[in-house]
């Protein structure tokens, strides 16, 4: 999941970037509400993760602003403030969790994963597709029963074209969804993984629409998976 990060402290947000990044997210950090408001609505992220006391622009007008512009993505309100008339005025403004510092990376990471599945119009927290079984909370695939190993870009690529199942998805929409603004990303990244993917879970399992991108069919009536080079 690609996932913004909207926080003034220089400590909690680095702590931040780096444990959902070893839990396999791409995160993009700045660290006023201007720059979160630019960021949120020029970009498609998994979920926003929001401070409420920034600089330049607060983070509950920020939250404001963004669904008055119809903006959707998740938003995690991240704050020291435990005040319960506090918590109500996010959650009524918009917001679909809060979580008050200091907090677990662990708890944080959960809760992203729910933020997504209620996104997503799940409730499971297992994706299944034919013979394929994806667990986002332990990141491990299996294919009839046998688990499969794939890189955390590789699993993020699935998760993303499972999460979307029948509709395509452009090779400008899997970057995106795969890479923050600090990584070097080659022309071909998206290809490789498709790639890479169709050889170990077979290559009827994701399709490609020419001119437009790729997909995973809405069906699960998926054959046993074959193995090509």
């Known amino acids: 999941m690609r996932v913004l990060l909207v926080e003034d402290d220089a400590q909690l947000g680095k702590a931040v970037q780096t444990g959902l990044q070893q839990q396999g997210h791409a995160v993009d950090w700045v660290r006023d509400g201007v720059a979160g408001e630019s960021a949120a609505l020029s970009g498609?992220?998994?979920?926003?993760?929001?401070?409420?006391g920034l600089p330049h622009?607060?983070?509950m007008s920020l939250l404001q602003k963004l669904r008055a512009a119809g903006n959707q993505q998740p938003v995690l309100i991240i704050t020291s403030r435990d005040e319960v008339p506090e918590r109500i005025l996010g959650l009524d403004a918009g917001a679909d969790d809060f979580l008050v510092k200091p907090f677990d990376l662990l708890e944080l990471g959960a809760r992203l994963r729910a933020a997504s599945r209620r996104a997503a119009g799940r409730a499971q927290t297992l994706i299944s597709h034919g013979t394929l079984t994806v667990n986002p909370a332990a990141r491990k695939v299996t294919q009839a029963g046998s688990e499969v190993q794939l890189t955390a870009r590789e699993f993020a690529l699935l998760l993303q074209l499972l999460?979307?199942?029948g509709r395509v998805q452009s090779r400008t929409q899997l970057q995106d969804a795969l890479y923050s603004w600090s990584n070097d990303i080659d022309s071909?990244?998206?290809?490789?993984h498709v790639h890479h993917l169709r050889r170990k879970l077979g290559r009827e399992l994701i399709r490609t629409v020419h001119s437009q991108g790729y997909m995973i069919d809405e069906s699960e009536s998926l054959g046993?998976?074959?193995a090509t080079a």
């Open 163 to 165: 999460e979307n199942r």
């Open 224 to 226: 046993p998976a074959h």
């Open 44 to 52: 498609e992220y998994g979920a926003v993760l929001l401070d409420l």
């Open 188 to 192: 071909n990244a998206v290809e490789v």
């Open 57 to 59: 622009q607060g983070g």
